[in-house]
C-alpha cells in the first residue's frame, strides 16, 4: 500500500493552474484515452487513465519521475475522443513542463525529445511523398 505522507494531494491544483492542464480535474477515468492511444497500442506499460489517475491521487513524484512522461507522441487522439474535454496531451506537456522545472530532468533533454518528435514528423512526411511519388 502506498504510503499516504508521500502523496501532495495538492498535484492536481499545481497541475490544473498550468495553461494546458485546466481541465485536468474534468477526468473521471473513463479511460476512452488508453483505448484510442497509439502509443498505448504499441507499449502496453504507457497508460493515459493511469497517469491522470496518479496525479489525481496526488502521487507527483512518480508522474514526474516516469519515462512514460516522454512518450506520448503529442498525436491529440486522446483530446478528440475524451467526453470531458480534459485534453490529455495538454496535460502530458504540463507534466513535462514541471519535471524541467523541478530538476528531474535536464533542458537538454527535453530538447532532444522535442528534436526527436520533429524528425519523426518530418520522416512520415518524406515517406508519405516518396509513396506518393511511386504512383
Known sequence: MKDLSSMNMDFKNRVAVKPGGEKAMNCFLCGTCTAGCPVSALNSEYNPRRIMRMILLGMEQEVLSSPQLWQCSQCHT???????????????????????????????FAEEVEKVDREIRQER????N????RE
Open 125 to 128: 512526411i518524406d515517406r508519405i
Open 130 to 133: 516518396k509513396l506518393q511519388n
Open 78 to 108: 486522446c483530446v478528440a475522443h475524451c467526453p470531458q474535454d480534459v485534453r490529455f496531451a495538454d496535460v502530458m506537456r504540463v507534466l513535462r513542463e514541471l519535471a524541467l522545472e523541478d530538476g528531474i530532468v535536464s533542458g537538454e
